[in-house]
């Protein structure tokens, strides 16, 4: 396991990079953060390769996770039952040691935007699906969902997530490159590198006014005014990496939404 001084939120901006490099779980221990790994790997950071103890690192993981309630769509990583209005769409979910519990920004950026778009009856893909969550979100929103995620391990346990909650949604092992059809909407929650190499693969799968939602892009940094309003220089962090490649492609930025230091933005298919 490897070891960093700080905690989930103050280390935010490294965690994508921990997850990229194989990490299988997190937790905050005092005041640091232990990043569960199968094998050891080159890190660039500051921090320090332990021993795994004898705790039971992935009920601690699992203990750490509460349920998460974004507009009409509650995810419920903990097994309990819940006590919600007959509305709530409620997802059981067990992540296993894929991403995806709901906990983080970037899910629950990307499930809230899910929900402003009329989904029933719509195609919608679902790119690096980890647990399966923005998926069985979809469908549960009456979209068709296909979701594919290039670490084969996550699927069982995204596929397992789909049984559980009774969804129609499938998953497989793979990237992009290996889905021929087109979708009315894609979600990709990924990081901004990976949607500038993969955006001209995104508009080849999108439906001639399909919707495409990026997130897990790092924002600009932000400048309070005298009255404490924020303006955000999005030519700073990744953010600018994306929407250079979202105009190089030909795709229109409708829409931007932040939470913490996380970005999501929302691009339509030109008809052109
Ligand atoms: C940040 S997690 C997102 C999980 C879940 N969709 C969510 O929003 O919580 C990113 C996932 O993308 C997968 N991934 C990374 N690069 C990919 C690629 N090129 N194609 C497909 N999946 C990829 C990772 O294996 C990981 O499961």
Not at 153 to 159: D, E, H, I, K, N
Not at 175 to 181: K, P, Q, S, V
Not at 207 to 222: K, M, V, Y
Request: with cysteine; glycine share 10%; aromatic share 6%.
């Amino acid at each position: 396991m490897y070891q960093l001084r700080g905690s989930l939120e103050s280390l935010d901006d490294l965690t994508p990079a921990l997850w990229d490099a194989g990490c299988t779980g997190m937790e905050e221990r005092g005041d640091t953060l232990i990043a569960y790994f199968i094998d050891r790997c080159e890190l660039p950071f500051d921090g320090a390769w332990l021993e795994a103890d004898d705790t039971d690192w992935l009920a601690a993981y699992r203990a750490s996770l509460h349920p998460v309630t974004i507009g009409r769509v509650t995810i419920n990583p903990t097994g309990a039952a819940l006590n919600v209005s007959a509305d709530q769409i409620v997802i059981d979910l067990e992540p296993g040691l894929a991403f995806g519990t709901g906990q983080h920004e970037t899910t629950r950026l990307a499930i809230d935007a899910l929900q402003r778009l009329a989904l029933r009856g719509k195609r919608v893909l679902d790119v690096g699906a980890g647990s399966g969550i923005l998926g069985i979100v979809a469908e549960k929103l009456g979209a068709i969902v296909i979701g594919v995620d290039n670490d084969p391990q996550t699927v069982p346990v995204a596929l397992e997530n789909a049984r559980r909650n009774a969804s129609s949604a499938s998953f497989q092992a793979g990237t992009l490159e290996a889905i021929t059809e087109t979708f009315d909407v894609l979600v990709c929650n990924l990081f901004a590198e990976l949607h500038d190499a993969l955006m001209p693969q995104y508009r080849l799968h999108l439906e001639p006014d399909g919707t495409l939602l990026l997130t897990g892009i790092l924002a600009g940094t932000g400048q309070a005014d005298a009255g404490e309003r924020i303006t955000w220089d999005t030519s700073s962090g990744r953010e600018s990496l994306v929407t250079a490649a979202l105009t190089r492609e030909g795709l229109r930025l409708m829409r931007r939404e932040q939470a913490g230091d996380w970005v999501l933005l929302e691009a339509k298919r030109s008809n052109a």
